[in-house]
């Protein structure tokens, strides 16, 4: 079968600042380690308002209203500077504000566990009936509780509370008494990633002028589990997220792998597309609440806002060959396999020069390289550094080594070849697929030829394995060609070969 194409984006994000404190873990395990600490006293003053997330120069990147190499006329760093002309929409999503996702989450709901204040809910459910992919679903929210219910819950049933303003306005109840992946804080999550999910693949469907019946599959690959105590991680956030949707002749699974997960996803995308399994096929994750704040002591240490404010989604079509969008070479594909080593040349000979090689290509045939495309902003204050930067530098040092380039171009390897990180620190967001919004125009109606998404996982965190991991793979421009291998021989042409085997054959047998 022919390659399949990457035919769609949606990038979303979610500003939640109350979840900040609340939900993200850094805040939460120092709200119990020390409650009366100088940080959390602090944390409220740090904290961005709506306007000041819409206008960041890295987030409008993440929506597409200003590119990566936009971002390069930006001088660091770039909290402190607003983006003219900032929009809430972008050409692949929005960044949508805390009150308008927390209504998200009572519509994504299927077991009333939210409970939402009656006074919020009125508030809120103009702003969904006017939210041009949510107007039908403002009913869902019905009336709204009263308050002192929810204290209630939160007080007596062991509710997470849910805040807008700094005030308990709901609540998601937890869904039985004693099963810890069915309490309300794992239910919390889990919602989370149901709700940001569907609102990637919502935006995914209208900016692409998909026909959502024509789902086929769905796989979903952000860093959370969802199930009970007898399986907890037995999923499926993609069923659940495609019957939101209403992609109704869609089935799906959901793939983790930690930050490689996207990645991983992508290969599998265009692995069904290409065996002829499924036509389309959409990959979707949803954010992560406990990656909120994480690196916030260190921005306030140096009184910076903390950035790490806001919760992040992606969905992709994969679909097969329609001739003009950009290919997924399946036949080039980088694996951080078991017995690769954690050294950081073997790392990126895995990931980058093995696949390059089986398509006889140079590392300077790929025009861009898409690895984890975290925002140095954030980073680099936290002691982590420029992290897209130091892969650009590694993957460079190879070329030399393979003298595919000059020790003289090693500076400009990243600047040409490379990009500024741009994406939320939400774990899986970051790795890779940022780029492929850009990356299918780049490779349509752009200059460039070929790009490489690479994304990498760390495996250890579970505890099972001190191993990481790795994979990637090569888009290319579309030639325009859609046949199949072997299409361009005619029917009589087979007729006639098989005809000639089997006369091959006969006289065979009758030699014997």
Not at 267 to 295: D, F, H, P, R
């Amino acid at each position: 079968m022919s390659y399949a194409v990457v035919k769609g984006t949606g990038y979303v994000l979610v500003h939640t600042p109350d979840m900040i404190y609340h939900n993200g873990t850094t805040q939460t395990t120092e709200k119990l380690t020390n409650p009366d600490s100088e940080y959390l006293k602090k944390l409220p003053e740090h904290i961005r308002p709506y306007e000041k997330t819409v206008n960041y120069a890295p987030n409008q990147v993440y929506i597409g209203n200003i590119t990566p190499e936009n971002l390069r006329q930006y001088e660091m760093p770039w909290y402190d500077k607003d983006v003219a002309e900032a929009n809430r929409f972008g050409k692949y999503g929005e960044i949508m504000p805390q009150d308008e996702f927390i209504a998200l989450l009572k519509i994504s709901d299927a077991f009333d566990l939210v409970k939402l204040d009656k006074n919020f809910t009125a508030s809120v459910k103009s702003k969904i009936s006017n939210h041009p992919l949510f107007k039908e679903d403002a009913a869902k929210l019905k009336e709204g509780e009263e308050l002192e219910e929810i204290e209630k819950y939160v007080k007596e049933q062991h509710a997470e509370g849910l805040y807008q303003d700094g005030k308990l306005i709901g609540c998601v109840k937890r869904a039985h008494d004693i099963d810890p992946n069915l309490n309300a804080h794992v239910l919390f999550e889990n919602l989370v990633v149901k709700a940001s999910g569907l609102l990637a693949f919502k935006h995914l469907v209208d900016k692409n002028n998909i026909d959502v019946a024509a789902i086929d599959y769905v796989i979903e690959c952000s860093e959370e589990a969802c199930g009970d105590m007898n399986q907890r991680g037995g999923g499926n956030f993609a069923k659940a997220i495609a019957e939101a949707a209403g992609a109704v002749n869609a089935t799906g699974s959901d793939t983790r792998g930690f930050c490689a997960a996207p990645t991983h996803a992508l290969i599998q995308a265009a692995s069904l597309v290409q065996a002829g399994t499924y036509e389309n096929v959409v990959v979707v994750a949803g954010g992560a609440t406990a990656k909120l704040g994480m690196n916030g002591k260190d921005h306030v240490k140096k009184g910076m806002p903390i950035l790490e404010d806001v919760l992040g989604g992606f969905a992709v079509l994969v679909s097969k060959n329609d001739g003009i969008n950009p290919i997924l070479r399946t036949d080039l594909v980088g694996r951080h396999t078991v017995g690769t080593g954690s050294s950081p040349q073997a790392v990126i000979t895995s990931l980058v020069t093995m696949p390059l090689d089986k398509g006889g290509l140079k590392i300077t045939d790929i025009d861009k390289y898409s690895v984890e495309m975290q925002n140095p902003d954030i980073t680099k204050p936290a002691g982590a550094g420029d992290v897209p930067e130091a892969n650009y530098k590694m993957i460079a040092a190879l070329g030399v080594k393979r003298n595919e380039l000059e020790r003289s171009q090693l500076a400009e390897f990243g600047e040409k070849h490379g990009m500024p990180g741009w994406a939320p620190t939400q774990g899986h967001i970051p790795s890779g697929v940022p780029y492929l919004g850009f990356a299918k125009e780049d490779l349509t109606t752009g200059t460039i030829n070929r790009a490489m998404i690479v994304g990498k996982g760390s495996l250890f965190l579970g505890r099972m394995t001190n191993l990481f991991d790795g994979v990637s793979i090569v888009m290319e421009r579309n030639t325009g060609k859609t046949e199949t291998a072997g299409a361009g021989i005619s029917e009589e042409a087979v007729k006639n070969m098989i005809a000639e085997a089997m006369r091959d054959f006969a006289s065979h047998l009758l030699k014997a």
